[in-house]
Nanobody, 118 residues
Framework: QVQLVESGGGLVQAGDSLRLSCAAS????????MRWYRQAPGKERELVAG????????NYADSVKGRFTISRDNAKATVYLQMNSLKPEDTAVYYC???????????WGQGTQVTVSS
């Protein structure tokens, strides 16, 4: 059974930092690209960041470039999202995601709430 468990969300002020963690189990973590998505109230879920299986390639939404950093520790089967210079528009539920192909499909965590006040 695949599990993705996010943690680290909370209420912070604009300009503050937060680090999210996603602990993965039930699959070979090091084989797969991992991604962070977020969904704000009334908006569609959007891709925030992705990281290759070995951490060598990362990509980010334009809205978070220069502020967020995705990383992974394959030994711990954990992917992180370091969020700096947070803005109110970053307020959302943040979800961890892995796509294991056509047969197994995508898996999602339950999400962790990030709220940024002005």
């Amino acid at each position: 059974q695949v599990q993705l468990v996010e943690s680290g969300g909370g209420l912070v002020q604009a300009g503050d930092s937060l680090r999210l963690s996603c602990a993965a189990s039930g699959f070979t973590f090091s084989w797969y690209v991992m991604r962070w998505y977020r969904q704000a109230p009334g908006k569609e879920r959007e891709l925030v960041a992705g990281i290759s299986h070995d951490g060598g390639i990362t990509n980010y939404a334009d809205s978070v470039k220069g502020r967020f950093t995705i990383s992974r520790d394959n030994a711990k089967a954990t992917v992180y999202l370091q969020m700096n210079s947070l803005k109110p528009e970053d307020t959302a539920v943040y979800y961890c995601n892995v796509d294991r192909g056509t047969y197994y499909g995508e898996s999602w965590g339950q999400g962790t709430q990030v709220t940024v006040s002005s």
